[in-house]
């Protein structure tokens, strides 16, 4: 059952990286790994690729910085000067998540690729798209439109406005949790926070719910009017209520209302500190009933289908809902206006300048009708790209495999079940297929009825196709199905291991620069796109993937002793990373909810260098290998070796840019903030100490014993 978000990491049972979803055609040809010996000069176009992207990794650090005092200042202390201006949704911005604006330029191509979805079968589903897009195209979208007919007759439908509504809104037809549940199926996470297990039979589950919208709130940082999650919050709703043309009094009592209201449910979270573990303890140490009103969650959401195991104590937090119960009907107004907002918050493009409003509808495309182009761009995805990646793929297993062998505190039987689990890994490269199940899907945008429809109806219908895609396999699963559909979208910035099956996917999307460029040199490929299949094979050998065997059975495969070692060795990440302090928000990483993701950033980190080494010894022993080619390993305009620039490529994924709302939202992410992730990683690195010649007692090679499990 799920319970808490660690607790939905165990049976998420992989680690995403990120997942946005975007197009890119790989026209260039591949050169590196498998590739080497045929190619002994590079064409111009090649060496002036090379000298551009050479010059804009440049422009992305902090020279002023030594890279053994804060090697990512040093790495990325200036990527937040030089990014590009784009749509910027509410969250952080990163090198990593930066593809997804090339991924759009190219993307909007695919919308008019008329031959090719013809030759797919696909051609009508393509041309929905298009008139989507045209229609958000010639849409207002900034500001949102709050008061459009449309967004008002289903708050209406669904529980009201009472701030719109004055004395017509009647509290005593009002339930709070019946317009939680419909907001689940327009994908609001509001006071019913539903997501999906990835395995049959594809149960929803629920985590306690994020209160805000722009800034997530806390006690602490909503104790004053000052602060930034309170003015945040304040001008959101404040541009959800004047449309309405409502008094500057009335909407500072709506607003106020809705402060109380978050008051008084944090408090309830406060008592177990926000922890869903700990409320079930509570749950369970007071014997409480199943909170009664779920029954009309699954009529509502799921049309009266139910879960047998999804229920009880166990399956969501029963003390938390009884006592929001009592807060909700205490305010029951602010209740109400919170919720309508919370379903204006997911229409609304949250645009801060109408120049993104073309980025902003072709995201939305996207999103709605990914699995048709998910369809067109797989049929681009070349076999060579594949082929180098799989070969890179393979490197990083070897060394893996290596590491399994050498590792000394493993008993023998301990060690046989892990080169067995190893030896059976299936690498996926692209996506996974099953053309029946992406049919079908793909068949669902008809149910969409857009004839004569204004923009924001057609939202609305987007909104509920999602949500009817995500919840698709606990419709219509079998028993021997176990593959998430994620899984079958090549279209996603996205790697990941996959427990049930003991897989490993590198998804076409992700194949993009600073993750990967057929023309880089070796160096920087196993830095960003070698650590990344590092990290995701390492997660099938951290404290989650170590509970799962080679046939992707839950069985202990541990001795006592072997075990008592290992989690000795995770432990010293949980120490590690608790003394990391956010200056910006005064509060520290949890190293306890982050452990399995910086152990894969270290186990990464480090396999990915060894897998280097070990290609470039290969690649020096063949003798048809000259030394022009091994040169090419360094990048022009940069002064660094090629095992500098591996750490550099890699630290360079994660250069962010954060506003403070954005640590708030990732406090209780399992992975690290960025910052954090690349300090962390190289610090427990002590080749990287060696690589940039860092002196004992330095900030980045400052521990006696650095973590490390394998």
């Not at 559909?485 to 996959?498: C, D, H, P, R």
Request: net charge negative; proline share 4%; aromatic share 12%.
């Amino acid at each position: 059952m799920i319970s808490n978000s660690s607790s939905h990491r165990v049976l998420m049972l992989w680690v995403f990286i990120y997942i946005l979803v975007g197009f890119y055609i790989l026209e260039c040809q591949a050169r590196g790994v498998g590739d080497l010996n045929s190619e002994n000069v590079i064409e111009d176009d090649t060496v002036e690729y090379l000298k551009s992207y050479g010059e804009k990794m440049k422009s992305y650090m902090n020279l002023s910085v030594a890279p053994c005092d804060d090697f990512y200042e040093y790495a990325c202390g200036n990527w937040k000067n030089v990014r590009p201006d784009r749509f910027q949704p509410n969250h952080k911005r990163n090198n990593l998540l930066d593809i997804v604006y090339t991924l759009i330029n190219e993307g909007e191509k695919l919308l008019t690729s008329t031959q090719l979805a013809q030759a797919l079968n696909v051609s009508t589903e393509l041309q929905i798209a298009q008139q989507f897009y045209n229609t958000c195209l010639s849409a207002p979208a900034f500001p949102l439109p709050a008061a459009d007919p449309a967004y008002v007759e289903l708050i209406k439908s669904i529980g009201g406005f009472p701030a719109v509504e004055g004395a017509a809104w009647n509290a005593s037809r009002f339930s709070w949790f019946n317009m939680s549940a419909h907001l689940t199926n327009f994908g609001v996470k509001g006071l019913i926070n539903e997501d999906n297990l990835p395995q049959y039979p594809f149960t929803p589950f629920f985590e306690l719910p994020e209160l805000g919208f722009d800034h997530i709130v806390q006690t602490d940082n909503i104790a004053n009017s000052t602060s930034r999650a309170y003015k945040l919050n304040e001008k959101r709703m404040k541009s959800y209520l004047q449309p309405y043309n409502l008094t500057e009094d009335k909407i500072s009592e709506v607003i106020a209302g809705v402060f109380d209201f978050w008051r008084d449910a944090l408090a309830v979270a406060d008592r177990f500190e926000g922890d869903n573990e700990k409320c079930i303890e509570i749950s369970e140490n007071e014997n409480l009933p199943k909170y009664h009103q779920w029954e009309s969650y699954y009529e509502i959401a799921w049309n009266g289908k139910n879960f047998s195991n999804v229920g009880g104590t166990d399956g969501y937090c029963d003390y938390y809902y009884e006592q929001l119960e009592k807060v909700c009907s205490k305010h029951p107004e602010a209740v109400a206006n919170y919720l309508a907002m919370l379903l204006l918050y997911r229409m609304d493009a949250k645009l801060k300048e109408e120049k993104y409003h073309k980025d902003y509808c072709y995201s939305v495309v996207q999103s709605g009708f990914s699995y048709v182009l998910n369809k067109l761009y797989m049929a681009h995805f070349k076999d060579r790209t594949r082929s180098e990646v799989a070969s890179i793929v393979q490197e990083l297993r070897n060394t893996q495999k290596k590491a399994l062998e050498k590792v000394e505190w493993l008993d023998p039987e301990t060690r046989q079940e892990a080169q067995l689990k190893e030896s059976t890994i299936e690498p996926v490269i692209g996506s996974y297929k099953n053309e029946e199940v992406s049919t079908r899907l793909i068949q669902e945008i008809h149910s969409l009825d857009l004839e004569n429809a204004s923009f924001p109806q057609r939202l609305i219908q987007q909104r509920k196709l999602l949500t009817r895609l995500r919840r698709f396999n606990g419709f219509h699963s079998e028993p021997n199905d176990t593959k998430p559909l994620e899984l079958l979208l090549g279209m996603q910035v996205n790697a990941f291991y996959y427990n049930l099956d003991n897989s490993i996917y590198v998804m076409a999307g992700i194949l993009h620069p600073p993750v990967y460029h057929p023309d880089w040199p070796n160096s920087l490929k196993f830095g960003t796109l070698g650590y990344l299949v590092g990290h995701e094979l390492t997660h099938g050998f951290d404290t989650v993937g170590s509970k799962y065997d080679s046939e992707g059975e839950k069985r202990n495969w541990w001795s006592k002793k072997s075990r008592g070692v290992f989690e000795e060795r995770a432990t010293c990440f949980v120490d590690h990373y608790d003394r990391y302090l956010i200056p910006e928000i005064n509060q520290k990483i949890n190293g306890k909810g982050t452990q399995d993701e910086n152990i894969a950033d270290s186990g990464g980190l480090q396999g990915a260098l060894d897998a280097y080494r070990n290609h470039m010894k290969q690649l020096k022993n063949r003798s048809e290998v000259d030394n022009e080619t091994l040169e090419s390993e360094q990048m022009p305009g940069l002064d660094l070796s090629p095992e500098q620039i591996f750490y550099l490529g890699f630290a360079q994924l994660w250069c962010a840019d954060y506003e403070q709302e954005h640590y708030w939202e990732e406090l209780t992410n399992e992975h690290t903030i960025d910052k954090y992730r690349v300090l962390g990683a190289v610090s427990n690195n002590y080749d990287f100490s060696q690589v940039y010649n860092c002196p004992s007692g330095s900030p980045m090679h400052s521990q006696a014993h650095s973590c490390r499990i394998w």
